[in-house]
């Protein structure tokens, strides 16, 4: 299955689920997470800090987000998490 870069209409595309993530992690800006300040690579990874790190209402006070948007959210982070080898993510950017 491809996998899409889902930031600011970036739209490309990768085999693995890995190789998106590194692209989003390496070729994108990183942000800044609007309830606590820490600076963080866009997409997944930021989704993930958001929702590991933070409530649910921190994240929909802090982005203004609905309940689909949270949803959307939660079921990307438990696709992702499903196949991904994250270890070799972590090996990939440590590089």
């Not at 299955?1 to 595309?13: A, F, N, Q, Y």
């Not at 800006?29 to 921190?58: M, N, Q």
């Not at 929909?60 to 949803?71: L, N």
Request: proline share 2%; aromatic share 6%; hydrophobic share 35%.
């Amino acid at each position: 299955m491809p996998w899409e870069c889902g930031i600011d209409g970036c739209g490309s595309v990768f085999d693995d689920v890995e190789s998106a993530i590194v692209h989003q992690a390496s070729k994108h800006e990183r942000l800044e997470c609007k309830v606590c300040g820490t600076v963080v690579p866009d997409g997944y990874l930021a989704i993930r800090h958001a929702f590991t790190e933070h409530s649910r209402a921190e994240y929909v006070r802090a982005y203004g987000a609905s309940s689909e948007d949270v949803r959307q959210r939660e079921d990307l982070i438990e696709e992702v998490e499903s196949v991904a080898d994250m270890s070799a993510v972590a090996t990939e950017l440590k590089q």
